[in-house]
Antibody, heavy 119, light 111 residues
Framework: EVQLVESGGGLVQPGGSLRLSCAAS????????MTWVRQAPGKGLEWVAN????????YYVDSVKGRFTISRDNAKNSLYLQMNSLRAEDTAVYYC????????????WGQGTLVTVSS | QSVLTQPPSVSGAPGQRVTISCTGT?????????VHWYQQLPGTAPKFLIY???NRPSGVPDRFSGSKSGTSASLAITGLQAEDEADYYC???????????FGTGTKVTVL
């Protein structure tokens, strides 16, 4: 059974940093692109970033470029999102999802982890 | 940031058919990229519902169907059931953004 479990969310002050993790199991992690999607309270879904199987390609939504870094450790079956210079508008539930690379869809999702940026 | 446009809400009585539109542009749906759909029940993570415009993953009831034409796509739910009450999102790839984009979301209410 495919499982994705996010962790690392919490309350952080504006300008602060946080590192999210996503532990994957039930599939060959190194075979898949992986993605982060976020959802602000009461709002819709927003794609944040994705990363190729070997980490050689990474893409970001404009609003997080230069502040967020996506990475992965295939030996640990783990996906990460390093978030720096956090802003109030980054407050959201962050989901990791498995991505079907060339078709760009997300077939499995984690339960999400809440990030709150507030003073 | 570019988004795909969906109606905020649709409603129908049990057993009826409802459709949700998803309108894009020539850099995403109109460029030939596939449209995918997700269902999000209250307080839960999104669930994969339709991929490649009209394909249902294993376990998704055939009451759900999708289509695409030009710069738009649609999700249809036939034989509406109370358990279908949820938010629905379309999603595609945008070449001008080099990333995925989601629709604005549609809340389906079963009357």
């Amino acid at each position: 059974e495919v499982q994705l479990v996010e962790s690392g969310g919490g309350l952080v002050q504006p300008g602060g940093s946080l590192r999210l993790s996503c532990a994957a199991s039930g599939f060959t992690f190194s075979f898949y692109w992986m993605t982060w999607v976020r959802q602000a309270p009461g709002k819709g879904l927003e794609w944040v970033a994705n990363i190729k199987q070997d980490g050689s390609e990474k893409y970001y939504v404009d609003s997080v470029k230069g502040r967020f870094t996506i990475s992965r450790d295939n030996a640990k079956n783990s996906l990460y999102l390093q978030m720096n210079s956090l802003r109030a508008e980054d407050t959201a539930v962050y989901y990791c999802a498995r991505e079907k690379g060339w078709q760009y869809y997300f077939d499995y999702w984690g339960q999400g982890t809440l990030v709150t940026v507030s003073s | 940031q570019s988004v795909l446009t969906q109606p905020p809400s649709v409603s129908g009585a049990p057993g009826q058919r409802v459709t949700i539109s998803c309108t894009g542009t020539t850099s995403n749906i109109g460029a030939g990229y596939d449209v995918h759909w997700y269902q999000q029940l209250p307080g839960t993570a999104p669930k994969f519902l339709i991929y490649g415009n009209s394909n249902r993953p294993s376990g998704v009831p055939d009451r759900f169907s999708g289509s695409k034409s030009g710069t738009s796509a649609s999700l249809a739910i036939t034989g509406l059931q109370a358990e279908d009450e949820a938010d629905y999102y379309c999603q595609s790839y945008d070449s001008s953004l080099s990333g995925s984009i989601f629709g604005t979301g549609t809340k389906v209410t079963v009357l």
